[in-house]
């Protein structure tokens, strides 16, 4: 039997490839097909259905917002690897390399368009509400991403800084996310602004996580191997709080490993691994991790509905710090 | 006195100045302030409030919908550059030269993030038709962009499909630009798709006029020299009718000059003229432009309301055809 995790996932699924996106020109629609069907886990419009199916929503309610949600995401995600120029995704070649930059960014833009559409299928009721939500959060993970760009250039970044560019780029997604769930259920607004600080914070541990695997977890499944942050000279949580501790001559070396690209890549991330173990960057994440993940649990566990009712959201909350999801 | 077009003029300068665009980060702020600063004639809001008045809407129920149709605009405007790698526009540098790449796509996504969080500032009881109308023509700009990308590679262009490319391209936001007007003011499903045709024919003779002038204009304002389009290989309706009725010979010699690039323009703008002449493309064109132009008055003649009410939109309209808007 399927859990209402996998009944939803496969909700999500069918209505991506129900989405009328196969027409002319073939050029722009055939790479949104590609992109919509790159798998992954739907996160993002689970967190929408779960949050509405716990304040006693019909799915069918919240589903035009929860699918804009994810074309969405999926928009930022083409854009974000023309900006990146990065050549793979997932293992599978990313649209600007299989096509081209011009196709990643029209198609990308014609994804925020759908995307828009399909929220404008919500209940009219609900409609300048959910606009208001999605649009507030597009602008904020485009300010996100502009802060990742400019910090790269920057030997200047606070951590205050770095964790707000995270809450930004990842976090206030999942927040909104759950937040038009909520909406889409008549929520209370108090049930909605706790439901969006969950997600909020569980976006911070979720993000923090990440780094966390980047720099200390096991090759992936993709064949991705850790120190990718440390290749590309990442000032990660883990770099920041690494060298907010460092002594003088430990920063120098922070420095200059980070001042450069090198041909031995497998030297330069044994060499900083070596300084975050030495400061202990990773507990230091992990405290940290377990913060926001504490904090989420606090504002769900302030909403106004039955515990019963949680457990869904929160087995996907566990299984995303988890990385199953 | 001002008339009332530039009254609106007025208003609409005044309504993009006060956007709340002067945030942080600065990088990704700046360029969409520079990109809306960029003047212009604010053709496609003009439109939308014209609508409004003509069918006795009050201007400041139409007025956040003709914002978001301009920053869309500005939008398109921002990401083609980038696509047809334009150093220049109007004179000025464009944001893809002026700052880079990533900050072209990325403040222009945020525009379009604009767009909608002004559209979305309508009155809630209209805001799903002006959704509906703002979305779909998003994707047909896109569509259109995209066709004419699939062009520049292709020898098999018809003139139905180019006519068809322009309309996409062009034609069909003018056309939503008078029917969100008309939307904004309650205006019957008849005068809706009336005026909506009106646009769309308009915007046809729009564009058509413009790849004239680009071929037979004098020197413009900005210094842009003409014969753009024929250095570019862009196979304008001009090119397209000329090939058409040409000789073999005069068709293969079409086929040389723009199989190449060479560095002598202006004996290639020369020669090509020579055969536009040769076949009475100009005249070709401007028939076709009255064609549109009828159309346009047609419709607009169509429309229920007093030929008093609809002066000001005309006179717009005649004032588009002879450049001066």
Same mark, same amino acid.
């Given at each position: ?18 989405? +009328? *996106?196969? $027409?002319?020109?073939?050029?722009? /629609? ?14 993002? +419009? ?11 929503? #019909?799915?069918?309610?919240?589903? +035009? ?33 299989? &096509? ?32 208001? *939500? ?27 800084? /770095?964790? %707000? ?6 976090? *206030? ?20 602004? %706790? ?60 420095? %200059? &490993?980070? #001042? ?31 913060? /926001? ?7 769900? $566990? #302030?909403?106004? *509905? ?20």
């Amino acid at each position: 039997m399927m859990t209402p995790i996998e009944v939803f996932q496969q909700k999500i699924n069918g209505a991506l490839a129900e989405l +009328p *996106v196969l $027409g002319e020109p073939a050029g722009l /629609y055939q790479p949104i097909v590609y992109a919509l069907d790159q798998g992954g886990k739907r996160v993002r +419009p689970l967190l929408t259905l779960l949050a509405n199916e716990m304040f006693g929503g #019909a799915a069918d309610t919240a589903m +035009p917002a929860a699918i804009a949600i994810e074309i969405f995401h999926n928009f930022t995600l083409l854009h974000d690897d023309v900006i990146d120029q990065a050549p793979l995704k997932r293992g599978k070649e990313t649209i600007y390399k299989k &096509w081209n930059l011009n196709t990643a960014i029209l198609s990308g833009d014609t994804m925020f368009a759908i995307a828009y559409g399909r929220l404008s299928q919500s209940d009219p009721r609900l409609l300048p509400g959910l606009m208001k *939500v999605f649009t507030d959060t597009a602008i904020e993970v485009c300010e996100g991403q502009q802060y990742d760009i400019d910090f790269e250039d920057s030997n200047q970044i606070t951590i205050p800084a /770095y964790l %707000n560019m995270i809450r930004l780029k990842t976090a *206030v997604l999942l927040a909104a996310s759950l937040k038009i769930g909520a909406l889409s259920a008549d929520a209370s607004p108090e049930d909605c602004e %706790n439901i969006y600080q969950c997600g909020e914070n569980l976006g911070m541990a979720f993000q923090l996580q990440d780094d966390l695997l980047d720099a200390f977890g096991e090759t992936d499944l993709f064949g991705k191997k850790t120190g990718g942050d440390i290749v590309a000279n990442k000032k990660t949580y883990l770099y920041l709080k690494t060298y907010e501790k460092a002594s003088v001559e430990d920063k120098k070396q922070l420095d %200059n &490993w980070y #001042a450069q690209t090198t041909n031995d890549d497998d030297k330069k991330i044994e060499e900083v691994l070596k300084l975050y173990r030495k400061y202990a960057a990773k507990e230091e994440t992990e405290g940290l991790i377990t913060q /926001y993940y504490d904090l989420a649990l606090q504002r769900l $566990g #302030a909403v106004a *509905v039955s515990d019963e009712r949680k457990a869904p959201l929160l087995e996907l909350a566990k299984n995303l710090l988890k990385r199953e999801y």
